[in-house]
């Protein structure tokens, strides 16, 4: 089974171009399949019936798996078994029959516009650390730059000159990318008091360097976006996408239109970018509920 999960691998990297956030979530699932396949007394994918996934699914349940994680690895497992499929190293697919469980629809959580300002001026700007990271805050606010795409950037993406960046998001898609006069400015500053300091005796093009001159990971720039948060005195969970998330949520309530935000964040469908309108009429809602004199929440006439 394991020859299998890295002939699998092989193919993604080679033939599908996926990210390498993807990568790590396919890979973590479909071992996480195969191990409970091997307990359960199974030593091929071949030998998986309908049945079995029906176990899988009722086993993930009972371990307390939220039903958006359940969903992945189905997603996972799907392209996992096409790709056996069509090398005809399975007969059937077992899953061609199985739903993904409803998702629960949730609004994407941002920050305030005060909240962010908080957390734009938290990095200490006199060490080529702090300008490194509040370069990288400044540009995932300022372009809603996945954090994969980020840690991607290297010095010939950049033009200063056009505040613009060149990215390749999911699927290998090319896109340009607008940065305003803040952001531009704080690379700048990276790109020129920072960055050389950062840089060891390599070449690298990457933008974004470690203590070490090699290129930045995504787990570090998560840590970034946590470190800062809790310095800035934000209380919530904070995670990567939040930036992304904060990003459309302020075009929108500023007045961009539902298609250009779509092209900025690399959407393929619209409909990804159509939940964001809902964030900002949830707002919208909540401000007229607690400021209209005349409504059930308000604080009533004088």
Do not use: C
Not at 14 to 38: C, H, P, Q, V, W
Not at 65 to 90: H, M, P
Not at 238 to 260: E, K, N, Q, V, Y
Not at 261 to 266: E, P, R
Request: charged residues 25%; proline residues 3%; without cysteine.
């Amino acid at each position: 089974m394991e020859e299998l999960l890295q002939k699998y691998i092989k193919h993604l990297e080679l033939e599908r171009n996926i990210s390498r956030y993807t990568m790590r979530n396919y890979t973590n699932d479909i071992k996480g399949f195969l191990a409970y396949l091997s307990d359960i007394g199974i030593d091929s994918p071949a030998k998986v019936k309908r049945s079995t996934m029906r176990r899988y699914l009722g086993w993930l349940h009972d371990a307390g798996t939220s039903r958006g994680s359940i969903s992945r690895k189905l997603s996972a497992l799907r392209s996992f078994y096409r790709y056996l499929l069509r090398e005809k190293l399975i007969d059937s697919e077992p899953l061609s029959t199985l739903s993904s469980p409803k998702q629960a629809k949730r609004l994407p959580t941002f920050l305030t516009h005060g909240e962010m300002a908080k957390l734009l001026v938290a990095p200490d700007s006199s060490t080529p650390q702090g300008l490194r990271d509040r370069a990288v805050l400044e540009l995932l606010y300022a372009t809603g730059l996945r954090v994969s795409e980020i840690v991607s950037l290297d010095l010939k993406d950049i033009d200063l000159g056009s505040r613009q960046l060149r990215v390749w998001g999911k699927g290998a898609k090319e896109r340009v990318v607008l940065m305003g006069k803040p952001a531009a400015e704080a690379l700048q500053l990276y790109l020129k008091n920072a960055r050389p300091k950062l840089q060891s005796q390599t070449d690298t093009q990457a933008v974004f360097l470690n203590r070490f001159g090699e290129r930045v990971v995504e787990r570090r720039i998560q840590h970034i976006i946590k470190k800062y948060a809790k310095k800035a005195g934000i209380d919530m969970r904070i995670f990567p996408h939040i930036m992304r998330h904060t990003f459309a949520t302020h075009l929108l309530d500023g007045g961009a239109d539902l298609r250009s935000v779509q092209d900025l964040m690399g959407h393929a469908r619209l409909s990804s970018t159509q939940v964001y309108t809902h964030v900002t009429q949830s707002q919208i809602r909540r401000k007229y509920l607690a400021a209209h004199p005349r409504s059930s929440t308000g604080k009533g006439e004088e």
